[in-house]
């Protein structure tokens, strides 16, 4: 069965740092990986998505994520964050051929002035 | 565009009480999904439906009922609500892609039980 391991539940970030957020997934074949965002008081949006290729991905809003399969990892990053990136954000796995999503925990995101 | 439409927002209910959830979606998107997001836990799967007139169990479907009146709308019942229990449930629709479809959440309907 698909797990997603994100181990930092809060990561704290000055505006204009640099960012990267971990995670971890656990399947035996090749998995859709996904990076989804909640705004506070809204439903998640997707940043962006992985299943083949090039193992760099890019998304919206200067986001990007790099694959490894030797790490099982698929960590997000963003080179210089704004305070509107303050939310919480997933990291989500399903099999291809499968329609059943599994979410990680999520990490909370807070970009301070 | 579309939108996803989640009644009621917000969900006071009593110990032992059945509650109903209402999904409705615009995007014309075979695939709907309910999902439990608790504090820190993040999200669970309740039940899917891959397209009109189909229904599958998640990983936490004991203690609910799923019903997929049409396309456009996944209705969630809480059978028997339990005391203190406290959760957001977001609905979400995709195209039919085998695993690799997008989803489209809704705002969430917010459940109070006292």
């Known amino acids: 069965a698909q797990s997603v391991t994100q181990p930092d539940a809060r990561v704290t970030v000055s505006e204009g740092a640099s960012l990267q957020l971990r995670c971890k997934y656990s399947?035996?074949?090749?998995?859709?990986l996904f990076w989804y965002v909640q705004y506070p008081r809204q439903g998640l949006q997707m940043l962006l998505k992985?299943?083949?290729?090039?193992?760099v991905v890019q998304g919206v809003n200067g986001f990007e994520a790099e694959f490894s399969k030797s790490d099982s990892s698929f960590h997000l990053r963003k080179a210089s964050v704004h305070w509107s990136d303050s939310a919480v954000y997933f990291c989500?796995?399903?099999?291809?051929?499968?329609?059943?999503?599994?979410f990680g925990s999520g990490t909370r995101l807070l970009v301070s002035p | 565009g579309g939108i996803i439409t989640q009644t009621p927002k917000f969900l006071i209910g009593q110990e032992g009480q059945k509650l109903t959830l209402k999904c409705q979606q615009n995007?014309?998107?075979?695939?709907m999904y309910w999902y439990r997001q608790d504090s820190g836990k993040g999200l669970r799967l309740i039940y899917y439906?891959?397209?009109?007139?189909?229904?599958q169990k998640g990983d936490l479907s004991e203690g609910y009922d799923a019903s997929r009146e049409k396309k456009s709308s996944f209705s969630l019942t809480v059978t028997s609500a339990q005391k203190n229990e406290m959760a957001v449930f977001l609905c979400?629709?995709?195209?039919?892609?085998?695993?690799?479809?997008?989803?489209?959440f809704g705002p969430g309907t917010r459940l109070t039980v006292l």
């Open positions: 979400a629709s995709s195209l039919r892609d085998w695993g690799g479809a997008e989803q489209y």
């Open positions: 399947y035996s074949a090749t998995p859709y």
């Open positions: 992985y299943y083949s290729g090039d193992p």
């Open positions: 989500a796995v399903s099999a291809s051929g499968g329609y059943k999503v599994v």
């Open positions: 995007f014309n998107h075979d695939t």
């Open positions: 439906s891959i397209t009109e007139n189909d229904l």
